[in-house]
C-alpha cells in the first residue's frame, strides 16, 4: 500500500487530536461567536465580579446572549436557533471557559425553564414565554431542589392544591440560579395527581425569590431561595404535558449535556494558563516547562481534556441522532467534571503559589467546578445511575 502523497498536517498543541476536522463551517463559526463575546463581554470583568460575589448588568449580559441565540439554542421554534447538540456543546464549552456562572445562567434558562415549557407546555404558554426567554428579554428559572430534597427530589414537600379552578402554591425551592431576575420560575410541586410542573410569574402574589449569598462557589452567578406562600395560579399555569417524576429528570437530563461540554471549557482555560505560565516562568534557570515533572503534568492533563472533549463531541453526535440515553450523559457528566476538576488542581501547582491568585483564572475554575460536580446530580447519583445500568441492580434504595 502506498503511503500518502500529502503531508501531515503540522500537530496543534491547542487541537492535537484535531477535534475540529469533525466540526463544520456552521459548527466553527458558532464556537467562535460565543468565544469572542466572551472574550469581550465577560473576561476583562470576571475576576471582580468574582471577588464581589456579584453578576452585575445580568439582564443586559442575559439579552445579549439573546442577541448571538445562546439562550435556548438547540430548540426549534418560538425565536430559538434551533442548532445542533453539538454547536449547543461548543457554546457551553466557550462560556464555562468563561466562567461556570455565565455557562449556568445559559443553561438554566435553556436546558431547564425553556426546555420545560417546549416540550411540556401548552400552545399559549408557548407563545407567553418562549420568545421573550429567547431574546433574554425574560429571564427563567427551574425550581426543583429543595432545602430538605436535593438528590430525592420525589419526597419534594412543596405542594399545589386545586382550589375550583385555581391552584394554591406552597412550599420552598432552595439554590435556584437565576431566581432573584427571573421573570418565570417553572415550580414542580406535589399535587394529588403525581408531580406537576408549573410555569409561574415571578410577580404573583406569595413569590419571593431572596438572593442566597456568603458562597465560595459560582459567585459570579445569582442564587436564590424560592417561596412560595399561598401563591394563587389559574387553570393554565400547570404544564399539561407531563405528570411525574420523568417530567423535571428529562429537563436535567438535557442540562447534564451542556454540563459535559462545559466543565471541558474551565478545565481548557486552566490548563492553558498553566502552559502559557511553563513556558515563561522561570526557575534553576530555566523555564519550568523544560523541566521533566512539569511536562509529565501537562501531558496528563492535555490528555483528559481532549478525551473528555472527544466523550462530549461523541454524545452530542448521538443526541442530535435521537439515540442519546441518560445514562450515556450521567457517563459524561461524572467523568468530565470530576477530571476537569483534576486539571485545574494540576495547574494550580504549575502556577504555584500565584495559583490563587485572581489575576490567573485556575483557582476560580476549581472552586466553580466544585458546585459543578454537586449539581444536576452528585458524583454518587451518577456513580448509582452507572451502577444500575451495568448490573441490573437498583442500589438507590
Known amino acids: 500500500m502506498s503511503a500518502p502523497s500529502s503531508k501531515l498536517p503540522p500537530f496543534d498543541p491547542a487541537d492535537p487530536l484535531g477535534i475540529d476536522d469533525l466540526l463544520s463551517p456552521e459548527d466553527l463559526a458558532i464556537r467562535d461567536t460565543v468565544r469572542s463575546w466572551a472574550a469581550d463581554r465577560v473576561l476583562p470583568h470576571i475576576a471582580e465580579w468574582y471577588e464581589n460575589g ?9 439579552r445579549e446572549l439573546g442577541s448571538i441565540g445562546a439562550l435556548g439554542m ?27 456562572g455565565i455557562r449556568s445562567l445559559v443553561s438554566v434558562q435553556g436546558s431547564l425553564a425553556m426546555y420545560a415549557i417546549r416540550r411540556f407546555g401548552s400552545e399559549e404558554q408557548k407563545q407567553r414565554w418562549l420568545p421573550g426567554m429567547a431574546a433574554g428579554e425574560i429571564i427563567g428559572c427551574f425550581g426543583l431542589t429543595e432545602p430538605d430534597h436535593g438528590s430525592d427530589p420525589a419526597g419534594m414537600r412543596t405542594y399545589a392544591k386545586k382550589d375550583g379552578t385555581d391552584w394554591v402554591l406552597n412550599g420552598r425551592k432552595m439554590w435556584i440560579t437565576n431566581g432573584s431576575v427571573a421573570g418565570v420560575a417553572v415550580i414542580w410541586a406535589q399535587t394529588d395527581d403525581g408531580i406537576r410542573g408549573f410555569a409561574v410569574p415571578t410577580d404573583t402574589p406569595g413569590f419571593s425569590a431572596p438572593e442566597i449569598k456568603h458562597k465560595w462557589s459560582l459567585r459570579a452567578s445569582v442564587t436564590s ?5 399561598e401563591v394563587r395560579l389559574p387553570a393554565d399555569a400547570v ?26 471549557g474551565a478545565a481548557r482555560a486552566s490548563f492553558e494558563a498553566a502552559v502559557d505560565y511553563a513556558r515563561t516562568r522561570e526557575q534553576f534557570g530555566k523555564p519550568i516547562g523544560g523541566f521533566q515533572l ?42 468530565n467534571v470530576r477530571e476537569a476538576i483534576e486539571i485545574c488542581r494540576t495547574s494550580r501547582t504549575i502556577l504555584g503559589a500565584n495559583g490563587i491568585s485572581l489575576e490567573y483564572p485556575v483557582m476560580r475554575h476549581a472552586t466553580n467546578l466544585e458546585s459543578v460536580l454537586t449539581y444536576e446530580g452528585t458524583v454518587e447519583m451518577h456513580q448509582l445511575v452507572l451502577g444500575k445500568a451495568l448490573t441490573g441492580l437498583d442500589a438507590f434504595r
Open 54 to 62: 456579584e453578576l452585575p448588568g445580568i439582564r443586559e449580559l442575559a
Open 239 to 264: 404544564l399539561p404535558d407531563v405528570t411525574g417524576l420523568k417530567g423535571p429528570l428529562s429537563c436535567l437530563s438535557h442540562a447534564r449535556y451542556g454540563i459535559v461540554w462545559g466543565a471541558m
Open 74 to 100: 438547540s430548540l426549534t421554534g418560538y425565536g430559538c436557533a434551533g442548532a445542533t447538540a453539538v454547536q449547543y456543546g461548543l457554546a457551553c464549552l466557550e462560556l464555562e471557559a468563561a466562567d461556570s
Open 294 to 335: 512539569t511536562q509529565a503534568k501537562l501531558a496528563d492533563m492535555a490528555l483528559e481534556l481532549h478525551k473528555g472533549i472527544l466523550l462530549a463531541h461523541h454524545l452530542g453526535r448521538r443526541m442530535d441522532a435521537g439515540r442519546l440515553r441518560p445514562e450515556q450523559v450521567s457517563f459524561g457528566k461524572l467523568n
Open 225 to 229: 431561595e424560592l417561596v412560595m406562600d
